[in-house]
């Protein structure tokens, strides 16, 4: 549920010049500010007091504003990550285990429970993920220091000591994301008050802590996104030749029958069977894979408003059925990583002697870094992109 934040909005001129003494000192008068608007929502002082006491502002939140994977990695990259053998097998040991509270889910609100194990996957690789970030630091810090989203930004910490106060969550328990994101599905906490239910019957709603709050609340979500039960998200066709890429796009929807008039079909060569509308995604352009998307897309699509997203939800979701990935080829020469594969060239790049930090097949700043120079000394222009070419360099 993290709240995409467009480019535009995340100037901050000067901030980096900041000295922490000035920093942690205009910290504190942006929190004696909150306090009188916090009680006018309702906070109490004790409760604002209680969960404010003795913070200081994280300004490492703000450089992760601008890097936001949904919008600055390649598609076939991006979905390679988060959609892999190894999260495909995860998931299915975590549906095993809590088959019961997904299946209650299911039939409480009507969604499948394939595309809840979508969501819960991919925001928190299953309850792995969760993040460790105190979610009232992050928020009065955003709060006090990105001006441009300053009421946003404040709703969802007002949202917080509201969570803390009516004693749903353990507030020492409270952490997430930068942007404020928590929980084994991630709620934001102004979705949490509108959206989060009681799963296991406990009279508390604790997607923390509890897998039965968490997956009931996110098939609550999708439930009033829109999700209609019985309706495939989409699935991977085939385009004609000459198809027009100015039909495309999740909100130009045509009745199926309208696109396979126009020769489209479904990747493995079958017609295109239903009465619904959808639309076209080419993530990549006409000569990438293509998928027909309905409006269970746009309900995955609304958790948080990117269509490299929504795919990686509704393809996991895929995987953990038993169906196949995608098999349509991506238009790039150097072919996209795995995380097992992304561990591997961590590993290769440590043994030459480059300081890449943990291997843990994330690929932060000192791995992009070591990558840059592998790409230089084997011809490549320096990206710092974890690919094929690189990895298979490293090998020899």
Not at 319 to 326: E, N
Not at 336 to 344: F, G, I, K
Request: glycine letters at 12%; one cysteine or more.
């Amino acid at each position: 549920m993290k709240k995409l934040l467009a480019p535009a909005l995340l100037a901050l001129a000067g901030l980096s010049l900041a000295t922490p003494v000035a920093a942690q000192a205009d910290f504190g008068s942006c929190l004696a500010r909150l306090k009188p608007q916090a009680a006018a929502k309702g906070i109490s002082g004790q409760a604002f007091d209680a969960a404010t006491r003795g913070i200081t502002p994280d300004l490492t939140i703000l450089d992760l504003m601008n890097n936001q994977p949904e919008f600055k990695t390649a598609i076939w990259d991006y979905l390679s990550a988060l959609v892999d053998d190894e999260r495909v097998q995860d998931g299915r040991a975590a549906m095993q285990q809590w088959g019961r509270a997904l299946a209650a889910a299911e039939a409480r609100f009507g969604v499948d429970r394939h595309a809840i194990a979508g969501v819960w996957g991919v925001e928190s690789n299953f309850g792995k993920d969760i993040g460790g970030r105190p979610l009232v630091q992050s928020l009065t810090t955003l709060v006090c220091y990105a001006p441009r989203r300053n009421e946003y930004f404040k709703g969802e910490l007002m949202a917080t000591l509201k969570i803390v106060q009516d004693g749903d969550i353990n507030p020492a328990n409270l952490r997430g994301s930068w942007a404020g994101a928590f929980g084994h599905t991630q709620f934001m906490p102004s979705t949490f008050q509108r959206l989060a239910v009681d799963g296991d019957g406990d009279g508390r709603r604790d997607i923390m802590n509890s897998v039965p709050d968490a997956v009931h609340s996110t098939a609550n979500f999708l439930k009033k996104a829109g999700w209609v039960n019985g309706l495939p998200w989409g699935y991977e066709v085939r385009l004609p030749a000459n198809f027009n890429p100015g039909l495309a796009g999740r909100k130009n929807k045509k009745p199926l029958s309208s696109w396979a008039a126009m020769g489209v079909r479904r990747v493995d060569g079958r017609p295109l069977e239903g009465n619904y509308s959808a639309g076209i995604l080419i993530p990549a352009g006409v000569n990438g894979p293509a998928f027909v998307v309905t409006r269970n897309f746009d309900a995955v699509y609304s958790y948080n408003a990117a269509e490299s997203y929504g795919l990686a939800i509704a393809l996991l979701g895929d995987r953990l059925k038993g169906l196949p990935g995608i098999q349509a080829a991506w238009p790039t020469d150097d072919p996209p990583l795995s995380r097992a594969q992304r561990r591997e060239l961590q590993t290769l790049l440590a043994a030459r002697g480059y300081d890449i930090g943990e291997v843990d097949g994330k690929i932060g700043s000192k791995t992009r870094e070591a990558i840059k120079d592998v790409e230089r000394r084997i011809g490549l222009e320096p990206r710092g992109r974890p690919g094929g070419k690189v990895l298979q360099a490293l090998r020899g």
